[in-house]
């Protein structure tokens, strides 16, 4: 919105620079956001706040230039004419009838008419100022309302009263089906929940928001009826938006109008059209309330004020500050320490003490306010996986993934690819792409690969940390999660060492980190993965029972339907079951002071067998000094038979209580490889 | 002297256990270990000396101890015994020293100076195995902390220095909590600039029940209060939606932090002072704050808050021109709060009469734009590596 100081003057004798003004209105919650032009031709572009509709015009501004400066205010106190009388009988003469049908979507309604008007261009003062606000003259009637508007904040509206039918104004909701074409040359289908102006016979505007086509004011209108009415906040703004109107009118009125300007409004739009196209008044203002507005007056209470603000303010001050912005103060005390507050009938945001007290406080200046931290007693509470997630973050870090956020949305088609549970749609998505919530936080990933590959980023390592949703019911559900994303090399070209690519075990040694942070009694793999991964390179991570991770290669369908060239590997961390385990709590292990044996098993076995049915079995054995068995080398081809694979494997020995003789660590190797020949295992001969 | 010649040292069986005997046999053992010894000239000479004097398997010593000791009458074994503890003593010391010849040979062989003093020979290998130290070293890749992140944890550090504990709260809400517990009543003209993302299929459910996803994360606040009793103070850092066309300045996902204080004793001066604080802890000790009114339908009074420009160190200019982060003004603005409205207090049943507190709200990436100068936020939600990584 624009305000042109210099109208401002019109009400208040202002002897500050525009740009002080400027500022000083935004401190004291006006906000100027700029300042362009300049002299008389200076503009604030406004962006005065939701519940300050009194404010969007000059003199509401003014006002508050008025309490800020302390300065009086001039009252805009139309001069007119007086009117010929009202007759019976004669056709445009006649004495006009309001009927509000719907009190509670029209409070009051006020109207009055002017006979023998010339239509014609404004006179150059009102273009002007008109000119200056981005408002294009069109006559000077409907300039005048539109000037009001701008003025004092109250929408008004012009009709050609000889297109108005049956001699009256009819407040109604709109009949199903009844048609009405805006002043926007639209034709609006209505319906009951549309309030309307109407005549006798048709709807000539919808209620606070655009007068009707038919009845507007042209060249050859003669005689002009004005409306000013107050509407319902809530009923004009469904109404607005049901039709996608949202007009300069219905803007003030779903923020709330001023009750009792209806009349001087009236009179202030009869003034502009008699001073520019002449013409008489008819009658009085016909002024019809169907219901006042209950503004109950607000007690207010000094020692209210310093508690919520802290700071002991002068009496003086703070009435001052009232009454510059009209409101009226009765001291129901003797110390005037307390006060019955009448708020001004444009103030629709003042019920409360509360709200009295931030006028006082906003006036005052809130710099003015000393900057005190206030005492506390308690302690800090920390969130109960705050440690959890803090750990994998750092080992994340550690691991060489940067961290990254993706959108939360996703296409329904990538739902169905990387998740089957039940999708949670938006109602009003950004795009078709981004419909559902994500049920997967894999194709954000993969995304996020993509977009870095073609960009020429060939190693990269992501994670992200976020939640997932998921439909049950009527409920939504969230659940969090961790997708590490991994392509190109494990280590990078150098000129010390030649390139390794990333590989499965990579990824695998990562979620293994990761995982060790958590205490569990066992930790298996299985390979039995999701469809979308590589099925002989991916591995869900079983901890205790439950499955914590799923990751491995993205199946190369997927990866190529992507366009991704390269072999990408994603592990997904379950965090809501993963963190059902604790955090690992460390007890500290005497060191070893007696020397570890080695002894290392070289065996053929069929490619049937896994290393982990080796380890279970070797474990099963139950032998108290093998300290760890694990495998050293691995060999394929060459002298060994298609089908099969070599195998290196080295158990370690040692005890904590003295050292282990030959002929014991002799007698446990016969055990293992007793063991390892039971699972068909070859001892190899060198 | 290879031990594999046909001249090679042989242990003899002895008849006489005398004492001129034993005097003989060692001394011509000895000749040959230090013949022997002499002629060991590389490492694979050396062991396979070490191991013909020394292999528990027949090696010379082993031989010793059975064709000497063992076969030695009772009476003589006391001397042989200590004889062979002699010898053995001999054939260690040799073996050693054999070893530590090769060694010092080897040094002598790598270095152009094959001659001189042992410390004039260690400088020079020293020296021979000089590297070209300005090669780039071989660097661990770590990962880096997600700028939006990394801020969003600085200001809860802030926070929690003063007190402030943290709290979450879910992604999709409630209308409830979203809008009606904060004081956006149904209908409120508030509520559009909120641009809302709603959930499909809600329009059977009462507009309280209904799903979305939450625009700010002070629904936390609702959360928090409905299961605590004052005192409070609680950060609730979170992602946050909103209907926005993503562009450089706008998208539809961004990261808040709410901060919430009630007790009995809080007022607007604390308000400010905390913030102040806050501002200056996160952006230097010559930050200014300025405070003025605003509205929001959850607090009363409210304010926004600026900081002195961080670039322009508020004079608004800089470089000879106006500055462009703050369009001259000197100002930035940063975020909004205010005192607690009694309306909201009524939804979580606290007494507005006997506590008062004060809430706060910022934007993440807004605060994360200005500390490093990022020109489109867009650059925090594509997963550019080239981006995250300078962040590391």
Redesign the interface.
């Known amino acids: 919105m624009k305000i042109s100081p210099q109208w401002l003057r019109d009400f208040v004798d202002l002897n500050v620079n525009y740009h002080q003004l400027a500022d000083d209105l ?4 006006i ?1 100027v956001e700029s300042v362009s032009g300049e002299g008389d031709a200076t503009i604030f572009e406004m962006d005065i ?4 509709p009194d404010a969007m015009n000059h003199y509401g501004v003014a006002r508050e230039c008025s309490a800020i400066y302390d300065l009086p205010l001039k009252a805009i106190e139309p001069e007119l004419q007086v009117a010929v009388p009202a007759q019976a009988g004669g056709d445009s003469r006649a004495p006009f009838s309001i009927d509000i049908q719907d009190g509670q979507g029209c409070a009051r309604f006020t109207a009055r008419i002017i006979r023998d008007a010339t239509i014609k261009r404004s006179p150059e003062k009102i273009v002007r100022r008109l000119g200056l606000l981005d408002q294009r003259p069109i006559n000077n009637a409907v300039d005048a309302s539109n000037y009001t508007l701008w003025e004092m904040g109250k929408p008004t509206h012009v009709f050609d009263l000889d297109l108005l039918e049956g001699g009256k104004i009819v407040v109604r909701r709109a009949r199903d089906g009844e048609v009405l074409k805006t002043l926007d040359g639209v034709e609006r289908k209505l319906t009951s929940e549309d309030l309307v102006v109407a005549d006798a016979k048709k709807p000539v505007g919808l209620a606070g928001t655009m007068g009707g086509f038919d009845t507007m004011i042209t060249e050859k209108t003669r005689n002009i009826l004005i409306e000013s009415a107050w509407w319902d ?2 009923t004009v ?2 109404m607005s938006r049901r039709h996608g109107l949202h007009t300069d009118a219905s803007h003030r009125f ?2 709330g109008a001023d009750y009792e300007s209806t009349v001087v409004s009236c009179n202030r739009v009869a003034e502009l059209i008699l001073q520019s196209g002449g013409g008489e008044l008819v009658g009085g203002p016909v002024d019809v309330m169907a219901r006042k507005l209950d503004q109950a007056p607000v007690a207010l209470h000094v020692s209210e004020v310093y ?5 002991k303010l002068e009496t003086t001050e703070m009435l001052r500050i009232l009454r510059r912005l009209g409101f009226e103060l009765i001291p129901e005390h003797e110390e005037e320490i307390e006060f019955t507050v009448q708020v001004p009938s444009w103030r629709l945001d003042v019920e ?1 003490e ?2 009295v ?2 006028e006082i ?2 006036l005052h200046g ?2 003015k ?15 109960p996986d ?1 440690e959890k997630e803090k750990k994998l ?1 750092t080992s ?14 996703i296409s329904h088609q990538d739902a169905e690819q990387f998740s089957s549970v039940p999708v ?7 795009s078709e792409e ?1 419909s559902v ?1 994500r049920t997967s936080m894999v194709p954000g ?1 993969l ?3 993509a ?2 590959l073609n ?1 020429g ?1 060939d190693n ?5 940390a ?2 997932v ?1 998921e439909a049950a019911g ?1 409920k ?1 559900l ?1 659940f969090k999660r961790i997708c590490m994303g991994a392509t190109g090399n494990a280590v ?1 070209e ?4 030649p390139a390794r690519p990333t590989s499965f075990f990579d990824l695998k040694g990562d979620v293994e980190t990761l995982l060790a942070a958590f205490q569990h009694a066992g930790l298996e793999y299985k390979a039995d993965t999701a469809e979308y991964y590589h099925p002989g390179r991916s591995a869900l991570a079983i901890m205790d029972g439950e499955v914590v991770a799923q990751f491995g290669q993205i199946h190369p369908e997927i990866a190529a339907g992507r366009k991704l060239k390269q072999d990408i590997f994603i592990a997904e961390l379950y965090l809501d079951r993963l963190y059902q385990c604790g955090l690992r709590s460390v007890r500290y292990e005497p060191l070893p002071r007696y020397p570890a044996v080695e002894r290392d098993f070289s065996v053929i076995f069929d490619d049937s067998i896994e290393f982990a049915t080796m380890q279970k079995a070797v474990a099963a054995l139950r032998l108290g000094e093998l300290r760890s068995f694990v495998p050293v080398e691995i060999f394929r081809g060459g002298s060994i038979p298609a089908g099969k694979y070599s195998l290196l494997l080295r158990a370690t020995f040692q005890s904590g209580e003295r050292t282990l003789r030959e002929d014991e660590a002799g007698q446990w190797s016969g055990q293992i490889i007793g063991t390892l020949e039971g699972l068909g295992g070859v001892l190899r001969t060198s | 002297m290879s031990p594999k010649k046909k001249s090679a040292y042989t242990v003899p069986k002895l008849k006489d256990f005398s004492a001129a005997a034993l005097d003989d046999a060692a001394a011509k053992l000895l000749r040959a270990l230090e013949e022997e010894a002499e002629a060991v000239s590389n490492e694979d000479e050396w062991k396979q000396f070490r191991d013909r004097w020394m292999a528990r398997k027949n090696g010379i010593l082993t031989q010793v101890r059975e064709r000497w000791l063992i076969e030695s009458p009772a009476s003589a074994k006391a001397v042989v015994g200590k004889r062979f503890n002699e010898l053995k003593q001999e054939v260690e010391n040799q073996v050693q020293a054999a070893l530590r010849d090769v060694e010092e040979r080897l040094i002598r062989g790598a270095t152009p100076i094959a001659s001189g003093t042992l410390e004039e020979i260690f400088r020079a290998q020293l020296e021979s195995e000089r590297l070209d130290i300005t090669l780039p070293g071989i660097r661990r890749p770590l990962g880096a902390q997600h700028p939006v992140i990394k801020t969003m944890n600085e200001m809860v550090g802030v926070f929690r220095n003063l007190g402030y504990s943290v709290e979450e709260g879910p992604e999709i809400e409630t209308d409830y909590y979203n809008f009606e517990a904060l004081n956006f009543p149904p209908n409120h003209p508030a509520r559009d600039t909120q641009d809302t993302l709603f959930m499909a299929n809600q329009e059977s459910k009462p507009l309280r029940d209904r799903l979305l996803l939450r625009t700010h994360t002070s629904p936390v606040q609702i959360r928090t209060m409905e299961k605590m009793k004052p005192p409070v103070r609680v950060v609730c850092p979170g992602k946050v939606h909103r209907n926005d066309a993503p562009d450089a300045t706008h998208s539809p996902i961004f990261h808040q932090i709410e901060g919430l204080a009630v007790d009995t004793n809080i007022t607007f001066c604390d308000l400010k002072g905390t913030l102040d604080h806050a501002m200056k802890e996160m952006f230097g000790s010559s930050v200014r704050t300025r405070f003025y009114p605003s509205f929001f339908p959850f607090t009363e009074p409210s304010a926004d808050v600026q900081i002195s420009c961080i670039f322009c160190g508020g004079r608004g200019y800089r470089d000879g021109g106006p500055c462009r982060n703050c369009k001259a003004s000197g100002w930035i603005e940063l975020l909004g709060c205010g005192m607690v409205d009694p309306n909201v207090y009524g939804f979580v049943d606290y007494d507005a009469k006997k506590v008062g507190g004060f809430a706060f709200g910022m934007g993440v990436e807004r605060i994360a734009i200005l500390k490093y100068g990022v020109d489109d936020i867009q650059l925090f939600f594509n997963g550019d590596v080239r981006f995250l990584e300078q962040f590391a």
């Open positions: 935004t401190l004291a919650g906000a706040t939701t519940n300050r906040p809530v703004r469904k779903e923020r508690r919520i603000l802290g700071e409360r509360i709200d007290i931030e406080a906003r809130y710099d306010f000393a900057n005190t931290l206030p005492a506390y007693v308690g302690a800090v509470v920390e969130l705050a973050r994340l870090l550690a691991l060489g993934y940067d961290e990254a956020i993706s959108l939360t949305f949670i749609e938006l109602a009003n998505p950004l981004a919530m990933m995304n996020m690969l977009y870095n960009r980023s990269i390592r992501l994670f992200e976020g939640n949703f009527e939504a969230e990078k150098s000129v010390h060492y």
